[in-house]
């Protein structure tokens, strides 16, 4: 079965510093990942994705993500974190090329917040 | 380029009403997902079709909830009677999704439909 976990319900953050959200899977064969954002009363919008290739993926607004697949987790990065960079952020992951579903799990979601 | 679009954005009715939600998804697209949102539950996948034809509804919670998709540029989500419970924020998505690549392309979400039963 698939699953994604996202440890941290918030990450609290300063305006300028780095910041990271944590995401951890679980999913036979190669995952295809995903990590969206949502702004209050808004749908979720994606940032980037992680298919093959290059561990290391770049994404909207300066955001990148890191694929490991030894330790399976996908955390989401920002070298210099800004004020409106604070929503809510989902990972999600399916099974790679040959799932038989379309279907994407998503994690419970991280609130980042960023104080100025 | 046109989003997804949900009507209504907000919706309250008493319970026992009849709630119909409306989506439009991205033309071309051939994927659209229906789901969920509570504090409780977080994002729920109720079901998807793709090329018009429900794939898995697993996740529609009980009878009350029904999903139509007519034609590739209009889907329905009707709640019927609606109940308290059923209060949530429920979003449509859709991706494009043929072929050996499907699945690795994003789904876009529209901004969603805020239900309220009282």
């Known amino acids: 079965a698939q699953s994604v976990a996202q440890p941290e319900d918030q990450v609290n953050v300063a305006e300028g510093n780095p910041l990271t959200v944590k995401c951890t899977y679980s999913v036979s064969g190669n995952p295809y990942l995903f990590w969206y954002v949502q702004y209050p009363n808004r749908g979720l919008q994606f940032l980037l994705k992680y298919i093959t290739g290059d561990n290391l993926v770049k994404g909207s607004y300066g955001f990148e993500a890191e694929f490991n697949k030894s330790q399976t987790s996908f955390h989401l990065k920002k070298p210099s974190a800004l004020v409106s960079d604070s929503a809510l952020y989902f990972c999600a992951v399916r099974k790679g090329y040959g799932g038989a579903t379309n279907k994407l799990i998503f994690g419970t979601g991280t609130l980042l917040a960023v104080q100025p | 380029d046109a989003g997804v679009i949900q009507s209504p954005r907000h919706e309250v009715t008493e319970m026992g009403q009849e709630v119909t939600l409306r989506c439009k998804p991205i033309?071309?697209?051939?994927?659209l997902f229906w789901y969920r949102q509570t504090m409780m539950r977080g994002l729920e996948l109720l079901i998807y079709?793709?090329?018009?034809?429900?794939?898995?509804d697993s996740g529609m919670p009980e009878d009350r909830f029904s999903a139509k998709m007519p034609n590739a540029s209009f889907s329905t989500l009707k709640i019927q009677p609606s109940e308290p419970r059923d209060s949530a924020v429920y979003f449509c998505?859709?991706?494009?999704?043929?072929?050996?690549?499907?699945?690795?392309?994003?789904?876009?979400f529209g901004d969603g439909t805020r239900l309220s039963i009282l």
């Open positions: 079709f793709n090329n018009n034809v429900p794939i898995d």
């Open positions: 998505a859709s991706s494009i999704g043929t072929g050996v690549m499907s699945g690795n392309q994003p789904q876009h």
């Open positions: 033309s071309g697209h051939d994927y």
